[in-house]
C-alpha cells in the first residue's frame, strides 16, 4: 500500500486502535525490565529489615559468604556511600532537569532501621538460587524499639490547602448537616511485573534496564546518586508491567543493584520478590478524612469542609492530597480544606493511580450521598444543584467542564429513573439491588515533553521520545499521532521510547502523557518538513526546481506549492526523487504541571459513575454487578485504550471498596498479608458488567487535538458509588474501606 495524492485523508486519531505492541507482549518478544540477561550476570538478592523501628546492631554474613556462587553480601561500608539526590517535586516541571524521589535516604545510608523490609544487606551470587540462599543465611541483630504503628490517624498540625468564605459560621447556621469521618485502609501496589533492576557499567558508564515509569528522572537520580554526570548514564524501559505509581519514582533497590554491579564489576540484575513489593517501593498511605457540609433545605451547599490525614513515613513527608478535586468540584461560598500528616514506622508513600483525588473524592461523594439522604432529595439533582459558575478555588473559569451533562447522561444510561429510593426495595432474580452514584474529577495538564519525528524514502516514518508505555497505550498513541499528522497508515509508524539516549520526555504519571505528546510531535513533523522542503527547493534535479523554499509548503506529508497547481508530493517520493533517505526534525514544548506561572484556566475532567450492587444477606455476598460511566475528558485519541483505562480503574475501584487492604502487624510493623493470595485484588471475576461513555468536547486549552488525557479519572469517585449503591441496598453506611462482610450484618 502507497500514500498517494488521491488517498482519502487518514482517520486515526480518534478511532479504536488496537495497541500497536500487542503481538510482542502476546507472543512473549517484548523485553520487560527483568527479562534483560547480560553475558557475565550476577544475581543480587536484598536482606530486609525483620524490625520496623531502631537499630543494626550486627550483620553477620560468614555462613553467606562461604555459600556456593556467592560473590559478596554488601552492607553499609562495603562501597563508597552514595548521595542524597537533593529531590524536588517542582523539578518534575524541568525536562531534563527532573530529579525527585519519594523515600530520599540513600540505600545503607545509616545503621538506623525505619521501617519492616528495609534492606541492611545485599546478597550477590552466581545465580538466583545462590543468592537467596545467601541472603536468608544473613544473621542481622538489631536493637529493637516500639514502631508507630497506631492505626489512629492525627495530626500534630493541619496545613491549610484552600480556603474561602467562613465555613464554620455557615456550618453553625446550615438548616442541614453532615459531618462524617471516613477511613481508608493502606494499599499497596501489585502491578503483575515486579520492580527490577539489571545494572552494567562499562567504565565510568552506567547502563541500566528498569522497571519505571519515568527514565530521564530515573537517570538523573542515579547519576547524582553515584555523583557523575547524566551524560554517563543510561536508563532504558520500553515495555511495563504496569506500575499504578509505583513505579513512577526510583526505589533505593536501583542504586543498590549498581553500586552491587559498580563493586564487583559484573553486570547484576536485581529483582524484587512479591512479599518485598509490600516493604520498600510505595503505597497508598492509610487515610482519615472529616467532611462537614453544611446545606439549605433547598439542597443548595453554604459550607464545604473537607481534614484529611495520612499517614507517612519516619523518613519522608508524603502527602496524599486528598483536597485537589474539592474546592472546584461544587459551588460554595466557604470552604476551607486542611491537611495533616501522622509519622509512622512505615516505608515512605508514593502516588497510587489518582493520588489524593481518588481518595479525596471517596469521602466527599460519600458525605454528598449522605447529604442527600438528609435532604430526601435525589443524589444526580443535588449534585445538579450545586455546579459552579467557575473552579471557586482557584477563581478561575474551567477550560473546559461538562458535569452536568455527565450526570444526565449517565442517569439516563443506567436507568436512573426507575430507582425507587427507599432501602431494600428493588430487587432481581431474588437479589437485593442497591443503586449508587457518585461524581468524579482529575486534573488535567501536561509534562512538558520533547520527541524527534523522522520522515523515510520508504514511506515509513520513526517517532522517538524518552517516554514511557506503562501498558496504557502511548506506543499506539504516539503511532496515530504521526499517522494522522502524516497521512500514512498506522503500519508504516515506527515507535520509539522508553530509553534516555532519546529525545528527553516526562514520567508517565498523573493521566498526563498523551497530553504531553500532542505539542511536541506535532512541531517535530513541522520541523522535519521544513527540512524536506529546504531540500526541495535547493536541489535543481528534483519537483520544485527553481521554487523558492518559502514559496512550498508542506502539509499531510506532503510537499506542495503555494502557488499554482502543481501536485502535491508524498514526502518519500520526494525523498527519493531527491536521492536522500531521511529528514528528521525535533520537537520540544513546555509543559503546564507544575505550574511555572498562574494558569488562566482550571483544567480538570469530570465524569460520574452510576453503579448497581447486588446483596444476598443470607449468604452475606456483596458484588458490585452494573456500572456506567460517563466521562468528560476532552477528545479521545483512542476510544479503545481509553475504554480500557476507564474499565481498569472501575476493576480497581472495586478493589478498593471490597478487598484492598495491606495489614500490619502491630507488634513487628510487617505488612503481614505481603502476597497476592493475602492481600486481595479485584480479579476478572469480580468485575461489573460496564459500560463507558465519552462525552467528547475537545479541550484545546490543553492542546492542539483537544485530549485531556484519561486514565485515573476513572478511579476517582467509583468506591464512593459503590458504597452508596450498599447503602441503598443495605441501609448500612460502611465509612471505612475496605468493606467487610461482618459491618453489612
Ligand atoms: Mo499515576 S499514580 O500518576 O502513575
Known amino acids: 500500500m502507497s500514500a498517494t495524492a488521491e488517498a482519502p485523508p487518514m482517520r486515526i486519531i480518534g478511532h479504536p486502535q488496537p495497541r500497536i505492541e500487542g503481538r510482542l507482549k502476546v507472543t512473549g518478544a517484548a523485553h520487560y525490565a527483568a527479562d534483560h540477561h547480560l553475558p557475565g550476570m550476577l544475581y543480587a538478592v536484598p536482606v530486609g529489615a525483620t524490625i520496623a523501628k531502631g537499630t543494626i546492631a550486627a550483620i553477620d554474613a560468614r555462613v553467606a559468604e562461604q555459600m556456593p556462587g556467592v560473590r559478596a553480601v554488601l552492607r553499609r561500608g562495603s562501597f563508597p556511600a552514595l548521595a542524597a539526590a537533593k529531590p524536588d517535586f517542582a523539578s518534575v516541571a524541568d525536562l531534563e532537569g527532573t530529579v525527585y524521589v519519594d523515600e530520599r535516604r540513600p540505600p545503607f545510608d545509616d545503621d538506623t532501621v525505619r521501617y519492616y523490609g528495609q534492606y541492611v544487606a545485599l546478597a550477590v551470587a552466581d545465580t538466583l538460587e545462590q543468592a537467596k540462599a545467601a541472603a536468608d543465611a544473613v544473621r542481622v541483630t538489631y536493637r529493637a524499639e516500639a514502631p508507630e504503628v497506631d492505626p489512629a490517624l492525627t495530626a500534630g498540625e493541619m496545613t491549610v490547602k484552600s480556603e474561602r468564605g467562613d465555613p464554620d459560621a455557615a456550618f453553625a447556621a446550615a438548616p442541614v448537616t453532615v459531618d462524617q469521618r471516613y477511613g481508608m485502609a493502606t494499599e499497596t501496589h ?6 527490577a533492576t539489571i545494572a552494567a557499567w562499562e567504565g565510568d558508564s552506567l547502563t541500566v534496564h528498569e522497571a519505571t515509569q519515568g527514565v530521564v528522572n530515573h537517570r538523573n537520580v542515579l547519576a547524582a546518586m553515584f555523583g557523575i554526570p547524566r551524560e554517563k548514564v543510561q536508563v532504558i524501559s520500553r515495555y511495563l508491567g504496569s506500575g499504578f505509581g509505583g513505579k513512577l519514582f526510583p526505589w533505593t533497590h536501583s542504586p543498590l543493584a549498581a553500586a552491587a554491579s559498580r563493586q564487583l564489576g559484573r553486570p547484576v540484575k536485581l529483582v524484587l520478590s512479591r512479599p518485598m513489593m509490600f516493604h520498600a517501593v510505595g503505597q497508598r498511605p492509610a487515610i482519615t478524612q472529616r467532611i462537614r457540609l453544611g446545606a439549605e433545605r433547598d439542597g443548595r451547599l453554604t459550607s464545604l469542609r473537607h481534614d484529611y490525614v495520612n499517614a507517612t513515613s519516619l523518613l519522608d513527608d508524603y502527602e496524599e492530597n486528598c483536597g485537589e478535586a474539592t474546592p472546584h468540584m461544587y459551588a460554595t461560598p466557604n470552604l476551607r480544606v486542611a491537611s495533616g500528616l501522622a509519622k509512622r514506622s512505615i516505608g515512605t508513600p508514593t502516588s497510587m493511580r489518582g493520588p489524593g483525588a481518588v481518595p479525596g473524592l471517596y469521602a466527599l461523594e460519600s458525605a454528598m450521598d449522605e447529604l442527600a ?74 509534562f512538558p515533553c520533547s520527541a524527534r519525528v523522522e520522515l523515510r524514502a520508504d514511506g515509513t516514518a520513526r517517532v522517538a521520545a524518552a517516554v514511557q508505555d506503562i501498558g496504557t497505550g502511548t506506543y499506539t498513541i504516539m503511532a496515530q499521532m504521526v499517522a494522522e499528522a502524516l497521512a500514512i497508515p498506522l503500519s508504516r509508524v515506527e515507535v520509539a521510547l522508553g530509553d534516555t539516549s532519546l529525545p528527553a520526555g516526562p514520567v508517565s504519571g498523573g493521566s498526563m502523557m498523551s497530553a504531553s505528546l500532542v505539542a511536541p510531535i506535532q512541531a517535530a513533523i513541522t ?57 528528521s526534525g525535533l520537537g520540544r514544548a513546555e509543559g503546564t504541571f507544575p505550574p511555572k506561572e498562574k494558569p488562566t484556566h482550571s483544567k480538570h475532567s469530570f465524569g460520574a459513575h452510576f453503579v448497581e450492587v447486588t446483596w444476598q444477606p443470607e449468604l452475606a455476598r456483596l ?44 507488634r513487628s510493623g510487617a505488612p503481614v498479608n505481603a502476597s497476592l493470595a493475602d492481600y486481595v485484588v479485584a480479579t476478572n471475576a469480580d468485575a461489573p458488567a460496564m459500560e463507558v461513555h465519552f462525552i467528547e468536547y475537545p479541550d484545546t486549552h490543553l492542546n492542539a487535538l483537544g485530549a485531556r488525557g484519561v486514565g485515573e479519572i476513572g478511579l476517582a469517585g467509583t468506591a464512593a458509588a459503590i458504597m452508596n449503591a450498599v447503602y441503598h441496598a443495605t441501609g448500612i453506611r460502611v465509612r471505612d474501606l475496605p468493606v467487610k462482610l461482618e459491618q453489612l450484618l
Open 190 to 195: 501489585n502491578p503483575i511485573e515486579l520492580h
Open 623 to 666: 458484588r458490585v454487578s452494573r456500572v456506567v460511566s460517563v466521562i468528560d475528558a476532552g477528545r479521545i485519541l483512542n476510544p479503545l485504550a481509553a475504554r480500557n483505562q476507564i474499565e481498569g480503574s472501575i476493576v480497581m475501584g472495586v478493589g478498593m471498596a471490597l478487598f484492598e487492604e495491606t495489614d500490619y502487624d502491630p
Open 373 to 446: 439522604i438528609a435532604l430526601d432529595m435525589d443524589p444526580v439533582a443535588l449534585r445538579l444543584k450545586n455546579e459552579p459558575p467557575l473552579d471557586q478555588g482557584l477563581g478561575l473559569p474551567f477550560s473546559s467542564r461538562h458535569f452536568q451533562e455527565c450526570l444526565t447522561l449517565g442517569a439516563e444510561r443506567f436507568g436512573w429513573a426507575r430507582r425507587d429510593r427507599r432501602i431494600g426495595s428493588m430487587a432481581r432474580d431474588g437479589l437485593t439491588l442497591g443503586w449508587g452514584m457518585a461524581a468524579c474529577s482529575w486534573l488535567a495538564e501536561r
Open 527 to 583: 520541523r522535519a518538513g521544513e527540512a524536506l522542503v529546504a531540500l526541495a527547493a535547493g536541489n535543481p534535479a528534483a519537483p520544485f526546481a527553481g521554487a523558492k523554499a518559502g514559496a512550498l509548503r508542506f502539509a499531510e506529508g506532503r510537499v506542495a506549492a503555494a502557488e499554482g497547481n502543481r501536485q502535491a508530493v508524498p514526502f518519500d517520493q520526494l525523498l527519493r526523487a531527491l536521492g536522500q533517505e531521511a529528514v
